[in-house]
């Protein structure tokens, strides 16, 4: 098959991919964080096991650069990938701490693996998308929805076996199986098996010249001189400092609020189905905000969610506690929808052609790598912080209020930085 001559197979063969690119991460990511907690693990080392995202984010375009763009077809990288990945996930149960007196490092370490395999491949099915369509504009849209359905569906799916495995009053590890693993592992070895007869895709930098500066996206750093761009990179470093709260403590606090334990990935997967919304009504909108408010909206979203998480606790327990904390859930379509994918169509056309790419890698670098490896080292401290005395019972109780309303001030301060200092010459650009 020649590069782009993709037709109506070959794109529902890529919406494939992509549902379960997104299904193996969804079934294990949310529901970790309340595995380790229901397993006495402290807040940090769960905020360990949530770096290892944003180390295998930062790493991943060294390898993509070094190897997979130059010297191997795509389609073969990433079935390997997610081969290895997926068995690692299986690996990961027979290590995993059965109490908070165990060591989890090296649950962690079997978790870092396979985020180093598991992060490549997101750029690789891109990539590999990208390449064999004939009109990306109009058909990568709908291919990429298909990878937030594979999101939804997982917690669909771990929620339905759990609840069918966790016996009933069940405290503990007996409450916290590890079958997501299985679920996502499973996923994973599938995917990579259904990798390998995708359209044939050659490596897209073969015969060219390793540079670093490719690879970590330094060519990019010179727009970083205009004012409007550095601004806007700088508060999306710093909004996804808190940003890793929601993904590593969420979870685990919804089943606090009084949600079902083993409805907890169902619950949290309201957000995704938000996110398709709101990706609808984008266009109806960017139009009449521009950019710079639209990116606001979605600062806004932050500030509103991490406030509803707040004021819950006060109530936890209590049908409005879980109203609360489900409008903050729903309102990740507009959190997600208008601030990064805003975000990734102001770079795109903030940058010239040949250096859009680099950018774009360096967006993802400051965000989901440093932001949130910051983030997931910092808000564990911060949950601990608001922790009380150990007693003979254990840790005491935490004051969630505060952990929320500190994030959400947080975020509410880059917001009014951003308005104050990011002032585009041309609204219909910048």
């Avoid at 299986?90 to 007196?101: C, E, I, R, W």
């Avoid at 009053?169 to 995917?191: K, N, R, T």
């Avoid at 996206?217 to 550095?230: I, S, T, V």
């Avoid at 949130?372 to 949950?383: D, E, S, T």
Wanted: net charge positive; proline share 7%.
């Amino acid at each position: 098959m020649t590069p782009n001559g993709s037709g109506g197979g070959t794109v529902a063969r890529l919406s494939l991919m992509m549902f379960f690119q997104f299904f193996v991460w969804g079934a294990w990511f949310v529901t970790l964080g309340p595995f380790m907690a229901a397993r006495g693990q402290a807040p940090a080392m769960i905020g360990n096991a949530y770096t290892t995202a944003p180390i295998g984010a930062i790493l991943a375009p060294i390898f993509l650069g070094m190897v997979a763009d130059r010297f191997f077809a795509t389609q073969r990288v990433l079935g390997i990938l997610h081969l290895l990945g997926g068995m690692l996930l299986l690996a990961a149960p027979s290590v995993a701490p059965a109490d908070g007196a165990a060591s989890a490092w090296p649950f962690i370490g079997v978790l870092l693996l396979h985020m180093l395999c598991y992060m490549p491949t997101l750029g690789l099915s891109n990539s590999l998308a990208f390449h064999n369509m004939t009109n990306p504009e109009k058909q990568f849209p709908p291919v990429r929805v298909l990878g937030t359905i594979g999101w939804i569906v997982a917690g669909f799916v771990v929620g339905m076996v759990a609840s069918k495995m966790t016996p009933e009053g069940a405290v503990g590890e007996a409450a916290s199986p590890p079958h997501f693993f299985y679920v996502a592992g499973g996923a994973g070895i599938l995917l990579g098996l259904y990798s390998m007869t995708l359209p044939h895709t050659p490596p897209p930098a073969k015969g060219k010249p390793f540079r670093v500066a490719d690879a970590l996206g330094l060519d990019a750093l010179r727009m970083l001189k205009d004012r409007n761009f550095a601004v806007f990179c700088v508060c999306s470093f710093l909004l996804c400092i808190p940003l890793a709260a929601y993904y590593a403590f969420g979870a685990d606090y919804v089943g606090r609020i009084g949600f079902d334990k083993e409805k907890v990935p169902v619950t949290m997967s309201y957000g995704q189905m938000s996110e398709i919304g709101f990706m609808l009504v984008m266009p109806l909108l960017f139009g009449r905000l521009g950019v710079k408010w639209m990116l606001v909206v979605g600062m806004l979203a932050w500030v509103i969610r991490y406030g509803l998480f707040g004021a819950a606790w006060g109530e936890a327990g209590t049908d409005n506690a879980k109203w609360l904390v489900l409008g903050g859930i729903l309102l990740h379509g507009i959190c997600y929808d208008f601030f990064f994918v805003t975000g990734q169509i102001y770079v795109d056309k903030r940058c010239s052609p040949e250096i859009r790419g680099q950018a774009q890698g360096l967006l993802v670098l400051l965000t989901q790598g440093l932001g949130m490896l910051v983030g997931n080292q910092v808000f564990p401290r911060l949950v601990t912080y608001f922790t009380g005395p150990t007693t003979g019972e254990g840790p005491g109780p935490v004051d969630w209020k505060m952990v929320w309303f500190i994030p959400a001030g947080f975020a509410a301060l880059i917001m009014v930085v951003f308005v104050a200092l990011f002032r585009p010459a041309r609204p219909s650009v910048d």
